[in-house]
């Protein structure tokens, strides 16, 4: 886009910035400084990463532990898994049953309903077809 240099003076610097493409502002921004600094990569930035089992050991860890939950709820949620794990021990039921007892009252009507025509119309095309090789 080209700008007209009498229009541009009498412009506000904000309009004027605006006409610069887009391309231009872009490269601006990433150009290191003239101070010479620049951004530290990536292995420069980075701490070394600790296994979670060292990060998560040692007396600091215990004291966060301790202070982001209060003793009366580590006990309410310890029972709460508790009862879970009981309640899944004591019920033998699997989803499978579940879902078997729900699915059985409606097989049970489908093939009430579509089974002797089934039945009938397979006999019928059995019969048809020993027939036509006894000819």
Do not use: C, Y
């Not at 700008?3 to 910035?17: D, F, L």
């Not at 101070?35 to 998560?56: D, I, K, L, Q, W």
């Not at 209060?70 to 989803?95: D, E, H, K, P, Y």
């Not at 009430?112 to 019928?124: A, F, S």
Request: glycine residues 4%; aromatic residues 2%; charged residues 25%.
């Amino acid at each position: 886009m080209q700008v007209n240099p009498k229009s541009a003076a009498a412009q506000p610097a904000a309009v004027q910035r605006t006409a610069e493409p887009a391309e231009e502002r872009r490269s601006a921004e990433f150009r290191p400084s003239e101070t010479g600094a620049s951004f530290p990569r990536a292995a420069e930035r980075s701490a070394p990463v600790r296994p979670a089992a060292e990060a998560a050991s040692g007396p600091l860890a215990d004291a966060v532990r301790e202070r982001l939950v209060s003793g009366a709820t580590n006990n309410a949620v310890s029972a709460a898994f508790g009862s879970l794990a009981r309640t899944v021990a004591s019920n033998s039921r699997t989803v499978d049953d579940l879902v078997a007892e729900a699915v059985r009252p409606m097989l049970k009507e489908w093939l009430d309903e579509h089974l002797p025509e089934l039945v009938e119309r397979l006999v019928r095309a059995e019969i048809e077809r020993v027939a036509r090789q006894g000819q």
